[in-house]
C-alpha cells in the first residue's frame, strides 16, 4: 500500500488541499455564491452527498462510519445526525479544524472525532461503515484497490466510494489541464474505467469477500462522479 507511487500523490494531494485550495474549498463547500460553473460542481457534490448517505441505513444510532477524506465535512455531520459515532479524518489538518469549526455542537445522539492523517491508518479503529465522498479520485486504479483491500480488513458491512468515470470529455479536461504551470494546478483527476475496476476488484484475493453493489453516476456541469458501494458478498 504504501508504494512510493502512493506516497508521492498524497504527498501532491495533501500540498493542494492543504496550502493551494483551501480557500477555494472554504467557498464551494459553504453557502456563499459562486459562479456558474462552481454552482453546477456544487449542485453535483450536494447530489453526490445524498446518494451516499441513502446507500446507509436511515437508523445509523450505534454504527461506527469512517468519513476518509472528511474535507470540511458535511458528510460527517449529517451521519453523526442521524446518530452515528463518526470518525473523520482528511490529509489537511486546515480542513481538518475548519470541519471540526464548522460541526453543530448539538448532534443529538451521534458524535464525531476529526483527526488528521491517512485514511487507511490501522490506528483508526474498525467500521460499520466507511465512505470515501470523491477522496480516491486523484488515485490511480491500482491505488484505490489497494486502499479498498486496506479499508476492507477493518469494515463490518459497506465501503462507499466514487470515481472519477473515464469518458472522452473528462479525457480531454484532463490534457487542457497539463497545458497549467504544475504550481497553479490541482493533482489531475484519474479517470478510471469502471468495468476495468469492477474487472480488478474481483480478481483480488483481498477482497474476495465483497462485491460491487449499487453504482451510480452523477453528472451535473463540470461535476462527473461515480457513487460506488462494495458490500459483503
Ligand atoms: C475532493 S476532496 C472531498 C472532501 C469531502 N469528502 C467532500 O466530499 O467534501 C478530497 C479530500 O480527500 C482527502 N484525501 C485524499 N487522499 C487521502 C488519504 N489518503 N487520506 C486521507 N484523506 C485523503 C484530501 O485531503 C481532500 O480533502
Redesign the pocket.
Known amino acids: 500500500m504504501n508504494s512510493a507511487a502512493y506516497l508521492q500523490r ?1 504527498s501532491e ?2 500540498n ?3 496550502r493551494t485550495a483551501v480557500d477555494a ?1 472554504r467557498k464551494l ?1 459553504s453557502d456563499a455564491p459562486v459562479s456558474g460553473i462552481r454552482a453546477t460542481v456544487r449542485a453535483g ?1 450536494d447530489r ?2 445524498a446518494t451516499l448517505l441513502n446507500y446507509l441505513p436511515q437508523d445509523l444510532r450505534g454504527a461506527r462510519i469512517l ?9 460527517a455531520v449529517e451521519a453523526a445526525l442521524r446518530g452515528a459515532d463518526v470518525v473523520a ?4 489538518p486546515q ?1 481538518v479544524d475548519l470541519a471540526r469549526t464548522r460541526a453543530p455542537e448539538d448532534l443529538g445522539a451521534g458524535r464525531i472525532t476529526f483527526l488528521s ?4 491508518a490501522e490506528t483508526h479503529g474498525d467500521f460499520d461503515h466507511i ?9 490511480s486504479t491500482a491505488d484505490i484497490v489497494a ?1 479498498l483491500e486496506r479499508l476492507s480488513e477493518r469494515t463490518r458491512h459497506s465501503i462507499l466510494f466514487t470515481i472519477a468515470p473515464r469518458t472522452p470529455a473528462l479525457a480531454v479536461m484532463h490534457a487542457v489541464g497539463r497545458m497549467f504551470p504544475r504550481g497553479d494546478r490541482s493533482p489531475a483527476l484519474s479517470p478510471v474505467a469502471p468495468g476495468a475496476l469492477h474487472r480488478r476488484i474481483g480478481e483480488s484475493p483481498d477482497l474476495s469477500l465483497w462485491e460491487v453493489g449499487r453504482h451510480q453516476r452523477i453528472k451535473s456541469g463540470f461535476y462527473q462522479s461515480m457513487a460506488h458501494e462494495l458490500v459483503r458478498a
Not at 468519513?67 to 458528510?75: H, K, Q, V, W
Not at 492523517?117 to 487507511?120: A, K
Request: charged share 20%.
Open positions: 498524497r494531494i495533501q493542494y488541499f492543504d474549498w463547500t457534490r453526490m452527498r468519513d476518509a477524506g472528511c474535507g470540511t465535512g458535511a458528510l479524518v482528511d490529509l489537511s480542513l492523517g491517512d485514511m487507511t465512505v470515501a465522498m470523491d477522496s480516491l479520485i486523484h488515485y486502499m
